[in-house]
């Protein structure tokens, strides 16, 4: 899948030069994501219900860089000569050809019809207020839009930074939108990466980021009698804590089950807000687990890290799948999980093992 998107876009820009400034420089992160979205919508051909909303806010979001119908047509194009160059002629038939055409057609009037259609700026300012250093790696970002955003808890964004200019990334909102523009951010420096550790080590108040629309189909729950699991590592805590300030806004709300999960105690840096939550809503119970009960070498915070919070149950050690497959039995619940793409798989799989249906169980597209 690799090589064929490298072919993919070493023939966009061979036939299309002028498309090679839309992209970035360094291609790999774009080209990753790109394969993940193509699987995403080839495995999900026969259930549009789940495909078409996705392929929709891509395409809303796509406004942000600019790119126009014709756009599409040369990158149909060259999805399709990719395609075609990387398979056997034998298998190649006019039968595939035409599949692929009707395919990558639905993709694009899906994409360039939902943009046409959406009324919201294609790309919001934000400016930031505030840039707090939680852990080493770790940052919390509040900025005030130009513009009120209307995204529901839940969902995502994508964000770019003025010192990665062209470098897109999704970041989840960790509180809900407001009429005051306000939102905030929770970011972990992945190490190696472009964007995230420019994020944590260049970000001050009064920097202008750009904001795409809203993504994703995580939301708070419509059938308020379905008891909830919700399951987040790390920053993947800020989509859920979203979603519980929303629903602390709400008269009657199913219990909600939230384990916080973070390698070290001290990536537990969170559990204030959690435990204020806990503490005012008693449908909310909260349980931290932690891999490992130390804290890393670098951590030199002086207060001790406690582990007791009001409102929250005792912190669990052990890798958070297994410990939240021995907590209870969730087959009656409906799951949200939010994390690494492998924590993700990891805790789907387990939960399945145990009885929770795969229809029960949301997360978003693992890019
Ligand atoms: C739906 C969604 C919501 C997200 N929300 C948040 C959020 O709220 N806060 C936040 O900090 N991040 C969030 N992310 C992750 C974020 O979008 C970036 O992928 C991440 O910050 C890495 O970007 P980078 O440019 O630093 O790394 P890149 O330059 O893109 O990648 C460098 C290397 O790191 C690997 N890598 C990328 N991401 C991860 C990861 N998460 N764990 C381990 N290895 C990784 C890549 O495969 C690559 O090999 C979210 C991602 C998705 C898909
Ligand atoms: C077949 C239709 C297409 C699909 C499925 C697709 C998919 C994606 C995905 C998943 C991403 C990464 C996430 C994001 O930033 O939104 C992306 C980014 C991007 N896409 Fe597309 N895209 C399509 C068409 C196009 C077209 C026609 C253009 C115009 C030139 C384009 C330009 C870009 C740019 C500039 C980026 C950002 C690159 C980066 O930040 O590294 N895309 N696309």
Redesign the pocket.
Known sequence: MQRLARSCYSILFTEYPALRDFFPA?M??QR??FVKAIGFTLDRLEQPGELLPFLAQLGRDHRKYGVLPEHYVAMCSSIKTAMRLSADTEIWTDEVDRAWDEGLKMISDTMVGAAEKETTPPVWGGTVLESRAVLRN?RVVRLRLDQPMRYAAGQ?V??QVPA?PR?W??????IPANAEGEIE???????????????IDHTAVGDQWQLGAP??GLGVPRNPKRKLLMIGC???I??LRAQLMTMAQRRANPHVHLFVGGKHPCDLYDMDALSELAVANPWLSVTPVTEQDENPWWYTESKPQENIWPGIAPRRTGAIAKVVAKTGTWADHDVQI?????MVQTTKFRLMASGTQAKNIRH????
Do not use: E, K, N, Q
């Open positions: 360094a790999d992160a990753d994501r770790l995502y994508s964000v990665r470098m990334r999704y970041l989840s909102p960790a951010f929770h970011v972990r420096a992945v190490s190696g990466g472009w964007v995230s550790p420019a994020i993504l994703g790390g920053t993947g800020a989509p939010v994390g690494s793409p492998s978003d597209p693992l890019f």
